[in-house]
């Protein structure tokens, strides 16, 4: 046992291996083992029965290394018992048991061997097999096998019996199933525990157990542990556990699996200490301990407010049970006390933020059978210089309320820190933070479970105070902040509640947790646990147990273990398993891996770089790789590799190739070919390997590479083989085309049909005009006599007839109309097969003529009259085109158009005097003119007969009436000479013969002469009006009024009549208008205004309107000042530094303010500045800072105004780089470096790779300088490629780092190596240094590889490469190229070498030579002696000949010719033939060969989208030439394609539209070659339609169809109403693809819906919207509230994305003010603020059909004033006095009091509300109403004494 402190851990002894229990036949030996380690050495000693174990002649003690043994030889019965091996050393001890059996052996039976013992090298006849392999590679142990429990009695032996009832059959095979998993349980400690499952699968499933994510085996003991299993095939699985230890608390699992999976079901067992069974006292076992020589106890010094740690490593077996004691009483863990155990088995307490109170001795007891042990240490607690002068002092408080800690620092302008454990706090509406002089306070405001905790006050130097706040609520225990769990380990999260048996709620960020077997959820009284087993990265995140409203949180955060991956597999070895196949064998890695692996083999072909997978396999051995495996034949190397879950291994390669021939196999099929006559047939065949392969024509051979004059051409591209056969025949149609490979033999057949019809002529639309009844003849000559044909007009077929004759004769087809008549105009179409002519026909009548009348006619009518208008034409049935005045005109009643044969009619049935007119006949070019006047009779006035004289006085109806002699005549009013306009002071009228002038209220201005005229007569009326005397009607009496300044005053005064003058006076003088006084009339209304009426404006105002006044008696005094804005509290948030503005107008300028801060007036200061400016006031803070937040009051006296300024530290950024994701790129192995900078410059970042945090180590460093932020990898690998993230608390960016190997340098030599010359036999060395020792080179010669040979040798020394040539020959000169790697860029390093020998010269020397294009040429020249084959060289133009197969060099003897086939005129040139010693040239001239088209273009006719090809055969190969498509040129691009390959020339155009047809052409310098391109319209179709849907209500639904063109409009119905594109409902387009998408269905959007488009079949498709069933998961809550507190409901339904209603009191709320409504899934929830009383009632929320209501009560507060009137006020007699109060909320009545008797409302006393102000005016105050006036709130009450100064 070791204890440490601050996690500085010595060399305690710790066992590697504890002993095992032994069982032995009385009389043999018994051997127990164990294996252990510490530093120093330990002493190992050997006890039984407490009783220390020396070595003897029975006793054996041993010790080799870390294995120690106790040999016991003869054992008896009085050796059985438990032995105890115990290791002590300087930095602790260690012991564990086992037990030792002795069993009597019977008499016939022989030795049983010891179990567990080395020397029994058989399987003791008692054990019992595994049932099933294991999931893990580990040593077998008693818990895998099938055996019942192993104990120290005898073994016996039980039968298990056959069927018993309730067993589940076997099951037919699947992967294993947990029918019934073990449970979680709550026992007392001594109990024993039985944890059972059961499982199924074929084959039946191994079973093993693990706790705490060790297997059981590790911790066996078999007195303690027993496992068993039911009837065989029932699946059941026992873990029996006696006598249940405290280190027995844990999380058990159980795995089953077999061949087809896994699976895991766990249970969590928590146990409750006995009170019989205390660990001791720790003073008496220190006391035992001393005795027996432990050292004394260690001191461990801290420092105030920091963390001591201690760690207690106790190692025994039995497993020990270990406690804490301070000062001699046992330890809990607490909030400043946490107990837990590491990873490594060490037990740790962790006493944070240590106080002084801490200090004392602290003991970590441990015991077990076997014995037991402490270790001690001292603990001391370093106080600071400077202390707080009162410290933090614990407190407690209920959940939702407030908490108040408060400290006083030494002196005042200390700055504090406020912290909770780890976290800083800052001002926010949750913390509220004050200071006043050396006080500092934390007020924690809605207290909740979370908030329970440690917090800290702290001051310069780090000094701190520490509190801890509890929190009482149904939580009394919450979850840890954070848990950090490596993958793959259990979490275990636990709560405890304060009523047992309540339903808690477990969620991870905000969701249910899934149902699984890896998520155990058990409650047990007050505690509730959750179990997550192995965690993965997916179940990070946010952990929240809620209880009612109460919820708690802990984020869980998993750290990913780093494992190491697979070692290489061992002993490869390559052989030939057969004729074609490679055998490969190997053995697995040493050490095997822990987890699953599988090997992955791979083929290289030697030559090549790439490698190919081959197979993977989980299994080592042998395999065989067939020839038919790899794509080519070539020679093969094959590579392997181990791969798990935690990564590869490096690849080990087998020794050695084999070659490998693949099978040809039939990729793509040959198919049969129908050509037109004369056009080229090809047929296509692809293998699955390139081999060679012959073609015959009906059973003969066709010979590659022969003549083009066969007629055929075969070719072979790789795996490709084609053949071509040129202008089919008709009678080729049938032949059979065969082809021959090893295993392939397949045949097709060659179709040979007609060339389709052509129309020759007319190539182009024509168009005829005739005139009727001309014959006319519709012509079209064809390509090939007797191809039928069919004419269409108008898009129907004709039929031949009298009026249509059809003729054909040779080549022409003709349509013959005898005698053309208009109705024969129209369309033509002549089809001949695929071709047409179109005729666009016009057929005219001859001109018509008017033959009467000829000239113009005049016609005159009366009114009412019959007019008839009459045209005679020279034919009839031509329609004429009757106009008026230049106007169409139209048949209507009084307009009659008729026709009588040749005889057009126009009639006026009874013309009016408007029907006249110029009418016009028109009839082709000519026109007859009617010239029609209608004229009306004489209208006569019948009365009056004389002039008429009226007098009227002023507003009285005045009507004036005038009879004429016919009805309808038109008659008009004229006054004075002028025309009258009617309006509502004039109304003119008309009934039958009369008619009048009325005025309904006749004016002065209204009288004169009035007349009223006809066209032939007149009346004359004279009217006289009188105004009556002018009254004022209101007011009759004085008016007085009386405002406040500022206020609107209006004076208003109504006469008896309107438009009467009147003059206003004040104080006996006219008042002149302006700006301050207005003047205005509305009728017999006369005001005067004073907008802004000022005390001076008062007095006395009259109103005078002809004899008659109105008196006003206006009475002006100032308001009490008023804040106009702000009305409310105004709440302000500012970042620190930044300028905050407070703005306060009042009602009138010039006012005095004060500001007031938390309670204290300001002062003003350069952080502080007061600005005033009219009635505005500021309050400026220039740059803002934390300390500066508060609540501001502006008072105005009678008015105050609240600012509630809030200023916080600024955000964390990112400044540079700007950008949020980067994209970098470096070399491998290479140093990387990521920076940031940040701001502010303390703040901290935490990077990320791939999502999961990375620490710093050797190969990760982590910087911070300043504001700059680093991660550098020195030695960066490709591996650590990746996402890389730095993040702030407010910003992130990334980083997508990729790592590319460096590319492969030469190191040596530096420069370009210098020619080097050798003579012939010597030896010669090439050598050169690469960067990478392992880079493959490649070396050539004159771009030729370099073979190894008896001569030449190829080395490699590390990063050095030598070509080395024992014995140099002349054919070793030239260049050496040493490439570094197979890539076209690989760098090279050349070395010239030359190797001289006798010389050569030339006898003969070349001569000029003239040829012609495609001659064959042959150039030679004589040696002065026989030289080897390439000797000398040949060269044109300076430059080595090109590769090309026409340039063949032919040596006989001293003779060298060059022969060159088919000369080009590419050829001509200098040619030159070089020795070492001699060269001679000549000079070659080629005349070029005339260019002939073998095979010329032609016309080709495709559909609209489709591809069109042009190929074209020239005699000469090279030629450069041009195509063009109607003059235009063409350039390739995405839908041209332009290749030439020798003779051919081909275009391929693409995307063809109905725009494209036209000549196509290819032209060279002496030669053009057209064709014609037809592009016919593609027919307008649905190519797929729509397809029925069935979606549920509120999701989207996506109807679409496809058109065979991409231009086309389409309509969109429903239940044929047509539809439009809308918010909800999107029409797209996508090319040919057409889509209607529907979101949010509703059942109203159920139907059927039809696409159409143009003529096309419509498409339709049903629409099925399913309703959402929507039910209530988590019911509403009630809540009570105190009023201006807050309440929270949360609902959670079944379905997310439901749309919820809230009401309150069936009220609707809707977000806004103090609402807040959320949806996040499908939780909604309620946040009401401020609550008040009246706000209690029924809360109810529905989702769809769900429905769910609770009650919330809202208790009131008690009605207090907060804001008092002054206690004494002085006012002026006769003038207003305003009391006001401000109450503590709204809504609440108030009282008001004159000596104890309350006031009642009237013209007196007038009392005003608004919100929480109420006011009390008194009008027109006297001395009499001098008193004490009370207003009381409820309990509260204020009083003010009114004083009453005389004016």
Not at 777 to 799: F, M, N, Q
């Amino acid at each position: 046992m070791a204890m440490e402190g601050m996690g500085v851990l010595g060399g305690a002894p710790r066992f590697l291996r504890f002993p095992r229990p032994v069982r032995v036949v009385s009389g043999t030996d018994a051997i127990l083992r164990c294996c252990l380690t510490g530093s120093p050495p330990p002493t190992v000693l050997w006890e039984k029965d407490g009783q220390a174990l020396e070595a003897s002649s029975r006793l054996r003690l041993q010790t080799e290394g870390a294995e120690h043994s106790l040999l016991v030889r003869g054992a008896g019965a009085p050796d059985a018992g438990v032995y105890v091996c115990r290791a002590q050393n300087s930095s602790g001890e260690a012991y564990a048991a086992a037990a030792l059996t002795i069993q009597e052996q019977p008499p016939d039976a022989a030795p049983i061997p010891a179990e567990g013992s080395s020397n029994s090298a058989e399987e003791s006849p008692s054990s019992v097999p595994l049932r099933g392999p294991l999931p893990l590679a580990r040593t077998l142990s008693p818990l895998h096998t099938a055996s019942t429990c192993l104990s120290s009695e005898p073994a016996q032996t039980h039968t298990l019996p056959q069927g018993i009832p309730g067993l589940l059959p076997e099951p037919l095979g699947g992967s294993p199933m947990f029918l019934e998993g073990p449970q979680s349980q709550w026992v007392q400690q001594g109990e024993e525990v039985v944890l059972t499952c059961r499982v199924r699968g074929q084959p039946e499933p191994a079973v093993h157990w693990e706790k705490d994510g060790r297997l059981l085996e590790d911790i066996w003991e078999s007195s303690h542990f027993c496992l068993a299993e039911g009837p065989v095939g029932a699946g059941v699985h026992e873990l029996r556990i006696r006598g249940i230890r405290l280190p027995d608390a844990g999380v058990y699992v159980c795995h089953a699996s077999n061949t087809h999976g896994h699976v895991v079901a766990a249970a969590l067992l928590q146990i409750q200490p006995s009170p019989d069974a205390p660990l001791g006292s720790p003073r008496q076992a220190q006391r035992d301990s001393a005795g027996q020589g432990s050292p004394a106890p260690k001191s461990f010094w801290v420092s105030e407010g920091k963390h001591a740690k201690f760690r207690c490593y106790v190692t025994g077996k039995p497993e020990p049970e270990t406690e804490w004691h301070w000062e001699g009483h046992p330890l809990s863990p607490g909030r400043r006390r946490l107990l837990y155990r590491d990873r490594d088995g060490g037990f740790v307490l962790k006493v944070l933020y240590c106080q002084p109170a801490d200090c004392g001795l602290y003991v970590c007891a441990a015991r077990n059978t076997a014995g037991h042990t402490l270790s001690a240490v001292q603990l001391h607690v370093r106080e600071p210089r400077v202390r707080f002068a009162v410290p933090l002092e614990d407190v407690e408080g209920e959940e939702h309320g407030d908490a108040v800690l408060e400290c006083q620092v030494p002196s005042r302008g200390i700055t504090t820190t406020w912290y909770r454990e780890d976290q800083r706090l800052l001002p926010s509406p949750k913390y509220e933070m004050g200071e006043a002089g050396v006080i500092r306070r934390l007020i924690i405001h809605d207290l909740e479970a979370d908030d329970d905790g440690i917090y800290l006050c702290e001051m310069r130097g780090r000094v701190r105070t520490v509190a801890t706040v509890a929190v009482r609520g149904p939580i009394r225990r919450r979850l840890p902040r954070k848990l950090d769990v490596l993958e793959g380990e259990n979490a275990v999260l636990s709560v405890e509640v304060g009523e047992a048996e309540v339903l808690g709620h477990w969620t991870r960020d905000g969701q249910e947790l899934p149902a699984s077997p890896r998520i155990l959820q058990t409650s047990s009284n007050h505690t509730h646990t959750l179990v997550l087993v192995g965690v993965t990265r997916q179940d990070a995140g946010v952990v929240t147990f809620s209880l009612g409203p109460s919820h708690t949180s802990s984020r869980l955060r998993v750290k990913c273990v780093k494992q190491v991956p697979p070692g290489p597999p061992v002993a490869v070895e390559l052989g030939t398993g057969g004729s074609n196949a490679a055998l490969l064998s190997w053995k697995p890695p040493v050490p095997t891996p822990d987890t699953a692996y599988s090997y992955r083999l791979e083929r290289q072909e030697v030559g090549t770089d790439a490698w190919a997978q081959c197979l993977t396999t989980e299994a080592a051995g042998a395999v065989e790789v067939p020839g038919d495996s790899v794509p080519t034949e070539g020679d093969y190397r094959f590579r392997l590799s181990v791969v798990s879950e935690h990564g590869q291994s490096p690849y080990i390669l087998f020794p050695g190739s084999v070659h490998l021939v693949p099978t040809a196999r039939v990729q793509r099929a040959l198919q049969d070919v129908c050509v037109r006559e004369g056009d080229d047939a090809t047929f296509f065949l692809e293998l699955s390997t390139a081999v060679q392969g012959t073609w015959f024509l009906n059973g003969t051979e066709l010979k590659a590479g022969g003549p083009e004059s066969q007629g055929y051409l075969v070719q072979q591209q790789g795996t490709q083989h084609n053949l071509l056969l040129r202008a089919t025949r008709l009678q080729d149609s049938g032949t059979l085309v065969t082809f021959l490979c090893p295993g392939v033999h397949v045949s097709a057949t060659l179709h040979v049909q007609e060339p389709p019809v052509r129309i020759v002529l007319p190539q182009e639309k024509v168009s005829i005009e005739a005139m009727s009844p001309e014959r006319l003849v519709l012509t079209c000559e064809l390509s090939r006599a007797g191809a039928p044909v069919h004419w269409y007009k108008d898009g129907l077929e004709i039929e031949e007839s009298k009026a249509l004759i059809l003729e054909n004769e040779g080549l022409q087809c003709r349509l013959v109309i005898p005698a053309a008549q208009p109705q024969h105009g129209g369309e033509f179409v002549c089809q001949a097969g695929e071709d047409s002519a179109f005729f666009m026909v016009t057929i005219k009548e001859p001109p018509v003529r008017i033959i009467f009348p000829q000239e113009e006619v005049s016609v005159a009518a009366e009114s009412s009259e019959r007019v008839v208008l009459r045209c005679e034409l020279s034919r009839a049935g031509v329609p004429v085109l009757w106009s008026r005045d230049g106007m169409v005109v139209k048949e209507s009643d009084s307009l009659v158009l008729e026709r009588e044969g040749p005889c057009c009619l126009l009639t006026l049935p009874s013309a009016q005097p408007q029907d006249g007119g110029r009418f016009v006949c028109e009839a082709g070019d000519n026109l007859a003119v009617f010239n029609v006047t209608i004229t009306e009779p004489p209208v006569r006035i019948v009365q009056p007969q004389d002039e008429v004289f009226l007098t009227a006085m002023t507003s009285e109806r005045v009507v004036l009436m005038c009879q004429v002699s016919r009805p309808g005549a038109l008659v008009g009013w004229y006054k004075n000479g002028m025309e009258v306009k009617e309006s509502k002071d004039l109304v003119l009228e008309s009934e039958g013969l009369q008619h009048r002038l009325v005025l309904p209220a006749v004016r002065p201005q209204d009288g004169g002469e009035f007349v009223c005229s006809t066209r032939d007569d007149s009346a004359f009326f004279t009217v006289t009006v009188t105004d009556p005397p002018v009254r004022i009607i209101s007011p009759q009496d004085t008016v007085s009024v009386a405002a406040l300044s500022s206020e609107p005053v209006v004076l208003m005064c109504e006469l008896s009549r309107a438009g009467a003058p009147v003059r206003w006076y004040k104080d006996g003088l006219e008042v002149e208008e302006s700006k301050a006084l207005v003047l205005e009339s509305e009728g017999p209304h006369h005001r005067l205004v004073l907008p802004a009426a000022q005390p001076q404006d008062g007095g006395e105002f009259v109103c005078k309107a002809g004899e008659d006044s109105a008196f006003f008696k206006v009475t002006i005094t100032e308001p009490p000042v008023r804040i106009l804005f702000p009305q409310d509290e105004v709440s302000l948030a500012a970042v620190s530094s930044e300028r905050v503005i407070l703005m306060c107008e009042l009602s009138r300028a010039g006012a005095p303010v004060r500001w007031y801060k938390d309670g204290l007036e300001v002062e003003e200061s350069e952080a502080l500045v007061l600005e005033s400016e009219g009635p505005h006031h500021r309050l400026v803070l220039p740059a803002a800072q934390p300390q500066d937040g508060g609540e501001f009051v502006c008072d105005a006296g009678d008015d105050s105004a609240f600012f509630l300024v809030t200023v916080t530290v600024p955000p964390e950024r990112i400044v540079r780089p700007s950008a949020r994701f980067l994209q970098l790129q470096f070399r491998s192995p290479g140093r990387v470096e990521l920076r940031c900078e940040v701001a502010p410059v303390g703040a901290r970042v935490c990077w990320y790779k791939d999502g999961l945090e990375v620490e710093a180590s050797e190969d990760l460093k982590l910087g911070a300088e300043g504001p700059v932020r680093t991660l550098t990898l020195p030695h960066a690998r490709p591996e650590d490629a990746g996402e890389y993230v730095c993040e702030t608390r407010d910003e992130a960016v990334s980083f997508d780092v990729r790592l590319a190997e460096s590319p492969v340098q030469f190191l040596l030599p530096e420069v370009a190596p210098s020619p080097l010359s050798v003579s012939r036999g010597e030896q010669l060395v090439l050598s050169c240094e690469l960067s990478r020792a392992s880079a493959p080179v490649f070396w050539n010669l004159n771009g030729s590889r370099v073979l190894e040979d008896g001569n030449l040798e190829l080395r490699s020394e590390g990063p050095r490469r030598l070509l080395l040539i024992r014995a140099a020959h002349p054919s070793h000169s030239g260049n050496y190229t040493c490439q570094a790697g197979s890539d076209p860029g690989a760098p090279t390093l050349t070395f010239p070498v030359q190797v001289t020998e006798a010389e050569l010269l030339f006898l003969r020397r070349l001569q000029d030579v003239r040829t012609e294009e495609g001659q064959d040429l042959c150039m030679e020249v004589e040696t002065s002696r026989v030289g080897v084959k390439g000797i000398v060289s040949w060269f044109r133009g300076g430059k080595p000949l090109p590769e090309d197969d026409r340039f063949s060099v032919v040596q006989d003897g001293r003779v060298h010719r060059l022969i060159i086939r088919k000369v080009t005129v590419s050829d001509q040139g200098i040619y030159s033939c070089k020795s070492h010693h001699d060269r001679t040239q000549a000079r070659l001239l080629v005349r070029p060969e005339q260019l002939k088209v073998r095979h010329r273009l032609e016309d080709v006719v495709v559909t609209e989208g489709g591809s069109a090809t042009f190929q074209l055969e020239l005699s000469q190969s090279g030629v450069v030439g041009e195509w063009a498509r109607g003059g235009v040129r063409l350039e390739p691009g995405r839908n041209c394609q332009i290749s030439a390959q020798g003779h051919n020339h081909s275009l391929v155009l693409s995307g063809l539209g109905l725009a494209d047809t036209g000549t196509v052409s290819f032209t060279t310098d002496t030669l053009r070659c057209a064709a014609r391109l037809e592009v016919k319209e593609i027919p307008l179709a649905i190519v797929r339609g729509l397809q029925d849907l069935e979606v549920m209500e509120g999701d989207s639904a996506t109807f679409e169809c496809e058109l065979s063109r991409t231009q086309a409009d389409l309509t969109w119905d429903k239940d044929g109403q047509e539809l439009s594109p809308s918010p909800r409902l999107r029409i797209q387009a996508l090319g040919s693809r057409r889509l209607l998408q529907l979101r949010h269905c509703s059942p109203a959007d159920a139907g059927t819906y039809r696409c159409s488009v143009g003529n096309a079949q419509a498409t339709t498709a049903r629409l099925t919207v399913l309703k959402r069933e929507v039910s209530v998961l988590l019911e509403l809550k009630p809540v009570r509230a105190r009023e201006g507190d807050g309440a929270t409901f949360k609902c959670t339904v079944s379905e997310p994305d439901i749309p919820g209603c809230w009401q309150l009191g069936g009220r609707i709320l809707r977000p806004g003010g103090r609402v807040r409504i959320r949806q996040e899934g499908n939780m909604h929830s309620l946040m009401l603020n401020e609550l008040q009383a009246e706000d209690s009632g029924e809360i109810q929320f529905q989702a769809g059909q769900a429905k769910s209501s609770t009650q919330l009560e809202v208790e009131a507060l008690p009605l207090q004033i907060c804001r008092k009137p002054p206690r004494e006020k002085t006012v002026l007699a006769g003038r207003r006095a305003a009391l006001e109060v401000t109450v503590s909320r709204a809504g609440g009545h108030v009282r008001w009091l004159l000596g104890g008797v309350d006031l009642p409302p009237g013209p007196k006393y007038e009392f005003r509300s608004h919100g929480v102000t109420h006011s009390l005016i008194i009008h027109n105050v006297q001395p009499t109403d001098e008193g004490t006036y009370c207003c009381q709130a409820g309990e509260d009450s204020a009083s003010t004494n009114l004083l009453v100064e005389s004016s």
